[in-house]
């Protein structure tokens, strides 16, 4: 944790902004306490940086009061319509009494929850942790399953209207054609991910087609076992910074690990709580596949695109190598494969 001293104003930080380097250059630990001070709320000095690789959060303590949760955003990622709109998400949830960590609405700012300082945006959280929930136990799953039913049942009152949709493949393939046209793969593995990327692709449009117009709703969107914290109160999202418009399906096959029987197991627990609460369309089953497709694929281009960030090359070293670029073909092979077998059921 980083201890600094205060100075008695804010002109330690300079609020121009980062004239060089990664987008979070001059986001100085020193410019996030005269950012919270710029809102109303004087940090004690004591900071930790939490991790999150798209943005930078940090956990400050506070002069008065309990420690609060900075998030600044990244650059160009979303639009503030885009920001406004997951934060009312996430005040519709906590509302309705789903688990859900909203921003707060700052008095000294005007009420609002997201706000600025210098170039940068910026909310405040409270604090609230807890553990990795325990997947391999089906009473788990069950809760989980009704905790997202819940959400689902807030998610289906509207739809988005400025973030995105998950309806679709056309995103994936930009995405595809970007990468290709950034040379960002050694040319010993351009020509076989190429291919294998537009073979999934396919199979996955394909997929998309015969389920038919897909019921929409809004999502966390990425709910995966690091996104969903646990507590003796049960599960809960901190963080809604990916929620999109898709199918209630969506949430639902990240917490699948394991081979095809144990999946079958985990997705009937979860069905098992989902059920209780909001009825689930079992024809979603077909697209479990097709979305991991779409989501391995946009794993890589999500990293190509951060490449300039000093996090990225750190947490991923591999991936200009050939090796990497061998694997994800091979994974493409397999989503491919998979998306020819029946789907799951439970």
């Not at 929620?243 to 949430?251: I, N, R």
């Amino acid at each position: 944790m980083t201890i600094l001293h205060r100075p008695s104003s804010s002109a330690a930080a300079d609020p121009a902004g980062p004239t060089q380097g990664h987008p979070f250059t001059d986001l100085t630990p020193h410019v996030v306490l005269d950012a919270l001070d710029s809102v109303g709320l004087r940090g004690s000095g004591r900071i930790l940086q939490l991790n999150s690789y798209e943005n930078r959060v940090f956990l400050v303590h506070l002069e008065d009061g309990d420690p609060v949760v900075a998030k600044f955003y990244r650059a160009q990622r979303w639009s503030d319509e885009q920001i406004r709109e997951e934060h009312a998400f996430a005040q519709e949830l906590a509302a309705a009494d789903v688990p859900a960590v909203a921003p707060l609405r700052l008095t000294s700012a005007h009420c609002d929850t997201l706000h600025s300082f210098g170039p940068w945006r910026f909310s405040v959280s409270p604090r609230c942790g807890g553990r990795a929930p325990e997947l391999e136990d089906p009473a788990t799953l069950e809760w989980i399953g009704r905790f997202l039913a819940r959400l689902h049942i807030v998610g289906q009152r509207q739809l988005f209207t400025h973030r995105l949709k998950l309806d679709g493949v056309s995103a994936v393939r930009t995405s595809v054609a970007w990468l290709l046209d950034q040379d960002r793969l050694p040319p010993e593995a351009r020509i076989g991910w190429q291919r294998a990327a537009e073979r999934a692709l396919d199979q996955t449009e394909q997929a998309f087609r015969r389920h038919g117009p897909l019921t929409l709703l809004r999502l966390h969107g990425d709910c995966h076992i690091g996104n969903l914290l646990w507590t003796a109160a049960g599960p809960h999202f901190v963080d809604l910074d990916d929620a999109v418009s898709g199918p209630a399906v969506q949430d639902l096959w990240m917490l699948l690990g394991g081979d095809r029987a144990e999946m079958q197991a985990q997705l009937g627990a979860v069905l098992d709580g989902y059920e209780t609460i909001r009825e689930f369309d079992r024809r979603e089953l077909a697209l479990i596949e097709p979305l991991r497709t779409m989501r391995i694929i946009q794993h890589s281009a999500w990293i190509a695109r951060r490449w300039d960030d000093p996090a990225f090359p750190v947490a991923f070293p591999s991936f200009e190598s050939p090796a990497y670029w061998s694997q994800q073909t091979t994974l493409l092979h397999e989503q491919t494969e998979a998306m020819q077998d029946e789907p799951l059921m439970a």
